[in-house]
């Protein structure tokens, strides 16, 4: 386990040899330089972000396919981190409810020092290797679970704690970071250290490291809702439409699944209720908005398996019951 009491010399020398906490070369000069010179170099430091996720792209895979085998067994996906780290992870834990339809405890982000942290800085909250333990006990972590670790540094107590403690009830874990060869990732089943570099300004892994995290938990959250049959071709078809902009969406994608014309996919969006996916399966099959239903759940809310099967079990115009 993480030492909870880390010596601050070790650590300070230790932070020395991270590649986010190196001083970037390029801008040894930085408060000098214009507002211009300034958005240009963060521009040009943020274009390298993308090819460093790139060059992790089998990692990702192998986390997607971790976390999506066991949350179709009933598993969930959690998100662990301190300060920056984990408030993406609560970002992307709260939009996956809208996006993809799915139950709020679904997909969950902890963040160090509980809620408090996501707005206000929580000194020490990170460098309790027992409070990622503890924080992962208080949701009855088990075996069909997820967990992943996000910490720029890789070494963060917290969620190498939290890492730790969820391979030790046998749930999977991958660990999210930016140093190459990170104690988070040696935590985890899947090591993901997207290397990113120097930040323009020295240590403010909120920069490219920060946004380096985001990408790879948006691949995570998305592909994994993708690989569970979220998704139609690349249309959102479990959107839950809880406001005026949503229902809209819903409506369009209605009719750029079937190239029905607004009253028809208003009208059985209304015969299903809202749902999208039932919608798109009584005006592609024909089917009543029960058998529709029936269909999908037969299919786990596979539409585009049960869009196959209709006709093989319907006909088009009959009710399964």
């Known amino acids: 386990m ?8 070790a650590l300070r020398d230790s932070l020395a040899l991270l ?14 330089l214009s507002t211009a010179e300034l958005v240009h170099a963060m521009n040009a430091e943020d274009a390298g972000v993308a090819a460093a996720v790139a060059a992790v ?13 066991r949350m179709s067994v009933g598993g969930r996906l959690i998100y662990i981190g301190a300060g920056t780290a984990g408030r993406m992870g609560i970002l992307d834990a709260s939009e996956t409810p809208p996006t993809f339809g799915t139950d709020p405890e679904l997909v969950v982000g902890l963040i160090a020092g509980g809620p408090t942290a996501v707005h206000t800085a929580v000194e020490n909250a990170e460098d309790s290797a027992s409070a990622g333990e ?46 190459a060869g990170s ?14 570099g120097p930040e323009i300004l020295t240590g403010s892994t909120r920069l490219k490291a920060g946004t380096a995290q985001k990408m790879v938990l948006n691949m995570l959250s998305t592909i994994t809702m993708v690989r569970l049959g979220k998704t139609y071709g690349n249309l959102m078809v479990d959107m839950r439409a809880t406001n005026e902009k949503l229902r809209a969406r819903a409506e369009r994608t209605v009719m750029l699944a079937t190239a029905a014309d607004a009253a028809a996919a208003a009208q059985a969006l209304s015969d299903t209720e809202g749902s999208v996916k039932a919608a798109i399966l009584v005006l592609t ?31 088009r115009t009959a009710d399964v019951a």
């Open 134 to 179: 503890n924080d992962l006990r208080a949701l009855g972590l088990g075996a069909r679970d997820s967990v992943v670790g996000i910490s720029a540094s890789g070494r963060t107590p917290y969620a190498v704690g939290a890492l730790e403690y969820a391979a030790s009830v046998g749930a999977f874990t991958a660990g999210v970071s930016c140093n």
């Open 19 to 32: 590649s986010t906490e190196q001083t970037n070369e390029r801008y040894p000069d930085l408060d000098l």
């Open 2 to 9: 993480a030492d909870d009491h880390p010596d601050h010399a």
């Open 57 to 69: 792209g089998p990692q990702i895979t192998a986390a997607v396919d971790g976390i999506a085998a």
């Open 285 to 315: 099959t024909g089917i009543t908005p029960l058998a529709a239903t029936l269909l999908l759940a037969g299919h786990h809310g596979f539409l585009r398996e049960a869009i196959a099967d209709a006709p093989q079990i319907t006909g």
């Open 183 to 196: 104690a988070l990732g040696q935590a985890a089943s899947v090591a993901i250290d997207v290397v990113v």
